[in-house]
């Protein structure tokens, strides 16, 4: 019999390839080429299932040329890759990998706030660059991090393993807000107090933006929350681009009207706004929060779990349109 038909849109781990060839005929991106839409729906043509990353778009055209398309598996938290009213619409199960990065990229969100706050990249740069001959009691005077206040904006898994990094590690106190308040026990186990967006943008010494991103977050930090900021206050993006006006943001960096920001996320990334690539006082890094080897493997090994569970026995773990389910499976 006849294996049904898979694309794997970007290099992934071998491993992966070999678990998802003993159930697919698997056509694998291993050059790592970033495809074109046409390009993409070339190679899904009459096979049904996709594992991509947020590098690919699945919207309704690409939907409308790939009639065959079942199921797009993210190897990614986020979806705002994916038009999930028109995969519903066709029938198209979406899934996402939450929970296995949850930790690494809490992690990595507070190595970018304490290289913000400490501001570590810019005395690398100054030491690299012959700059540095003595001494100087304000050389590269940052801001401290223990005992400051922490907030947190999005308050999911990630964000809540932000708060207690900072509530139980470091003696912050921590503040959050949320579309909805967590309930009391988790409050009390992440050290965070509940408080309207417009207090967390004056109290809080670090913003940490851990929101998803969607037409109603679109520029949810923009030059009007920027102004409500602490002029000492670090700004920390390790959400989604789009979040952030990046323009507004580094014109608030420039004249000095925050006192840093660490970014892993761009509007239109890979690209970067240019005025964000000339201030000193900016982390950047190239979206790598959840970039241990073993946290994408396990993100990986989740979209293809989808994948074989949902085209072998119309069942995925983490169903983004999970009224697709009961269409499922093909064998």
Request: proline residues 4%.
């Amino acid at each position: 019999m006849k294996k049904p038909g898979i694309v794997i849109a970007r290099a992934v781990f071998p491993q992966v390839i070999e678990r998802l060839a003993r159930h697919f005929d698997v056509l694998s991106n291993q050059g790592d080429d970033l495809w074109s839409p046409p390009e993409l729906a070339g190679k899904l043509q009459g096979r049904v299932g996709l594992l991509c990353t947020a590098s690919e778009r699945v919207d309704a055209a690409l939907l409308q040329a790939c009639p065959a398309l079942r199921i797009c598996a993210n190897m990614a938290v986020g979806y705002n890759n994916f038009d999930i009213d028109a995969m519903t619409a066709r029938g198209v199960l979406a899934t996402n990998a939450p929970g296995v990065l949850t930790e690494t990229t809490a992690d990595f969100g507070f190595a970018l706030l304490m290289a913000t706050a400490r501001r570590v990249c810019e005395s690398e740069h100054y030491l690299r660059a012959g700059l540095w001959t003595r001494w100087r009691y304000d050389l590269f005077a940052g801001a401290d991090i223990h005992g400051s206040t922490l907030g947190i904006l999005g308050m999911g898994r990630i964000g809540q393993g932000i708060a207690r990094r900072g509530a139980h590690g470091f003696g912050m106190r921590v503040i959050y807000h949320n579309r909805s308040r967590l309930d009391a026990a988790t409050e009390v186990d992440c050290g965070a107090q509940y408080v309207a967006k417009e207090d967390l943008l004056a109290m809080a010494d670090h913003l940490v933006l851990v929101l998803p991103y969607s037409a109603e977050s679109h520029h949810a930090i923009g030059a009007a929350e920027l102004a409500r900021m602490k002029p000492t206050a670090t700004l920390i993006n390790i959400a989604r681009g789009g979040i952030v006006d990046d323009a507004a943001l580094a014109q608030a960096l420039r004249e000095g009207r925050i006192a840093g920001a660490g970014l892993d996320v761009f509007e239109g990334e890979p690209q970067v706004h240019p005025g964000l690539l000339d201030v000193p006082n900016v982390v950047l890094t190239p979206h790598i929060a959840s970039a241990s080897m073993s946290t994408r493997l396990a993100m990986a090994d989740l979209a293809a779990d989808n994948l074989i569970a949902y085209l072998t026995r119309g069942e995925a773990s983490t169903a983004l349109n999970p009224s697709v389910l009961s269409a499922g499976t093909t064998s």
